[in-house]
């Protein structure tokens, strides 16, 4: 079955940086568009970014371009959110998200279980 | 960016009611809409995906219509299970975005 397992949250100052990863597993990783959406505490989704199939497509929220960056490892079947330059806004848990249909981007059918991040 | 309107904010029904949700959005989505529910501490769940479409495994309780600006999810009948909030996500362009939610509280 398909599991998305988030790593690398914590308490981190405002400024500073970090790096979050998802690791992917039941399904063929580089077929598939990979999102990140975040939700601040006691708040609505956040949609942050996505990383098409090949890595190579990427799109960001507005609140977060410039400042973070999506990647991926398909030899791995990682996932990468690089933040930077972090604001207390950004304290959220940020979900891993997966495209439901491999190549094309119309919904996200399974999510990881979160990671919380505290700037 | 497209903005999502969703109304009402919560609603208090009883387990056996019919609901319809709304969700509003700034600008024609072309039928490129999706419903999620989040229940508290988990992830969000697919619901239903281009309007119409149920995601796997999801009850025929639930169905989605709408065009344009204008989207609605119906639950036909309220299981105990169904109480929990309801996002809807445009997928037309990026940046993705979502809309503010509906919370189902039991009556």
């Not at chain 1, 990783?29 to 939700?39: A, C, I, K, L």
């Not at chain 1, 959220?92 to 119309?106: L, N, S």
């Not at chain 2, 959005?25 to 969000?44: C, D, E, R, V």
């Not at chain 2, 796997?56 to 639930?62: L, N, P, V």
């Amino acid at each position: 079955q398909v599991q998305l397992v988030e790593s690398g949250g914590g308490v981190v100052q405002p400024g500073r940086s970090l790096r979050l990863s998802c690791a992917a597993s039941g399904f063929n990783f580089p077929d598939f568009g990979m999102h990140w959406v975040r939700q601040a505490p006691g708040k609505g989704l956040e949609w942050v970014a996505v990383s098409a199939y090949d890595g190579i497509g990427t799109h960001y929220g507005d609140s977060v371009r410039g400042r973070f960056t999506v990647s991926r490892d398909n030899s791995k079947n990682l996932l990468y959110l690089e933040m930077n330059t972090l604001r207390l806004e950004d304290t959220a848990v940020y979900f891993c998200t997966k495209e439901r249909t491999p190549r094309v981007a119309t919904s996200n059918d399974a999510w990881g279980q979160g990671i919380l991040v505290t700037v | 960016e497209i903005v999502l309107t969703q109304s009402p904010a919560t609603l208090f029904l009883s387990p056996g009611e019919r609901v319809t949700l709304s969700c509003r959005t700034s600008q024609n989505i072309y039928n490129n809409l999706g419903w999620y529910q989040q229940k508290p501490g988990q992830a969000p769940r697919l619901l239903m995906y281009e309007t119409f479409n149920r995601a796997t495994g999801i009850s025929d309780r639930f169905s989605g219509s709408g065009s344009g600006t204008d989207y609605t999810l119906t639950i036909s009948s309220l299981d105990p299970e169904d109480f929990a909030v309801y996002y809807c996500q445009q997928r037309h362009e990026w940046p993705i975005t979502f809309g503010q939610g509906t919370r189902l509280e039991i009556k």
